[in-house]
């Protein structure tokens, strides 16, 4: 008896132990191929495979920044979602049935020489390379993907002294069909964020003609508005949030005038007049509103950027 109940704990352990092992091989595989494909280092919080339902969880992806540049986040993804054939992975082929991707956030950085993080990456060395020497692509068959994302974090570091800090929230949805390999699946989620935001002068754009990537997209959801401020409530008093405030836009800009009484500072940063609203929500929670315009424009990415580097002080 005792013998059997051994063996079941044992068959049990196995079991468990050849599932840890299975995901953890396949997690590095997945974060080999992505460093494969775009240079980039790359790491996985959590995978879990399914075979019976052909499908893949995993969670909190996340690709930072190449070689010559800040050692931060370049593509943040929480969680992706995918269907497999598992027949043809059987036969030594990668098609996946569907991809579901969730981009939180995209940090473009130009660093200090003008250079581009996402023109460094091995994807945008593609428009360069002689029609002679084609980079191999990794042959894959992907039908559907459906991509989110969530906002571009834009810091240069060419300017004197602080980086340009501009945030654009484009809360936009897409799905495209027919993806054929491995590079033109990471233009796809380096380039279309950008493209969203209204980014131009990206050399990775070229990377998408030359993949063909215009194979595409079929729905689109969740624009982005035109309004003109960032809002944020949090867990600090309003003479805390005050002072953040108002270091941040010294560090960022000019302030033109404070009104500590009635919680406005205004100022100017990046060229666009910036209004720094607070609101006692309690004792220790307050709202903050940055609103900015520039010749009368609605600059949302200016007042999205200054409420980013305002939540990096209070943190």
Known sequence: MHKKIWIIVFIVISLFGFCLLRDFLIKSLVGTVATGVTGAPTSI????????RQ???????????????????????????I??????????????????????????????????????????????????????????????????????????????????????????????????SAQQLAALIIS???RAAGIQGIEVYGVSMLTGMAALPVVAAFTFTGKDYAQKVFNVTIEQAYNAGLEVIKISGKVIKEDRANGVISGVVNGARVVFKLKKVSERIT?????????????????????????????
Do not use: C, W
């Open 287 to 315: 709202q903050v509103t940055i609103s900015a315009r520039k010749l009368g424009f609605p600059k949302p990415e200016i007042a999205s950027g200054v409420m980013y580097q305002l939540s990096r002080k209070i943190r």
């Open 192 to 194: 279309e964020p950008l």
């Open 83 to 180: 269907v497999y054939n598992l027949g043809a992975l059987a036969s030594g082929k990668i098609h996946l049935r569907q991809l579901e991707l969730e981009v939180k956030e995209l940090g473009l950085v130009k660093n200090k020489d003008g250079k581009l993080n996402v023109d460094s990456l091995k994807i945008a060395a593609e428009k360069t390379r002689e029609k002679k020497k084609p980079a191999k692509k990794l042959a894959m068959q992907i039908d559907a993907v459906s991509l989110g994302m969530g906002r571009v974090v834009s810091m240069d570091y060419s300017v004197m002294g602080q980086p340009v800090v501009k945030v654009y929230n484009i809360n936009l949805k897409k799905s495209y069909r027919n993806i054929s």
């Open 55 to 81: 499908s893949v969880k995993v969670s909190d992806f996340k690709m930072y920044n190449p070689d010559g540049f800040p050692k931060s986040i370049l593509v943040d993804i929480p969680k992706m979602n």
């Open 45 to 52: 919080g959590g995978l879990s495979l399914s075979i019976i």
